[in-house]
């Protein structure tokens, strides 16, 4: 299955991934990172939202990230109610996970955004 972009915005500037990176306590290197400096925010397969630099701390605020998950940051949505979370390690790892449920133990977790992707398009 390929990943399809629905929607995606122009490249971050490179000061906006690093303060942005720096807010949420991630290494600049990391794969959103890299995300962002090709595009700042995209829908994927019209289900999977990519937060952009603007909204991504509103969301994690908005979910209680930091507190329920203090170890990851809210990177997306499955546009149905479920977060994807990543390590704040920046490693390339995705939970998926219900918006309310207080255990990242309950996640399903991907190696890639292209399994993750995959998944809830299968779903639907």
């Known amino acids: 299955m390929s990943m399809i972009y629905t929607y995606a915005n122009a490249p971050a500037s490179a000061a906006d991934i690093q303060a942005m990176c720096e807010q949420l306590g991630l290494p600049a290197t990391c794969w959103l990172g890299g995300f962002w400096a090709a595009h700042n925010g995209a ?7 990519i937060y952009a630099t603007d909204d ?3 969301r994690n605020q908005t979910y209680d990230v930091g507190t329920s998950f203090p170890d990851h940051v809210s990177v997306g949505d499955d546009s149905g109610g479920r977060l994807i979370l990543m390590p704040k390690s920046g490693a390339p790892r995705f939970h998926l996970l219900d918006a309310g449920d207080p255990f990242i133990e309950d ?3 991907f ?6 992707v995959a998944y809830v398009v299968s779903e639907d």
Request: no cysteine; net charge negative.
């Open 107 to 109: 996640a399903d977790v």
């Open 43 to 49: 829908m994927l397969n019209d289900l999977v939202v």
């Open 111 to 116: 190696d890639s955004l292209e399994a993750l």
């Open 56 to 58: 991504i701390a509103e």
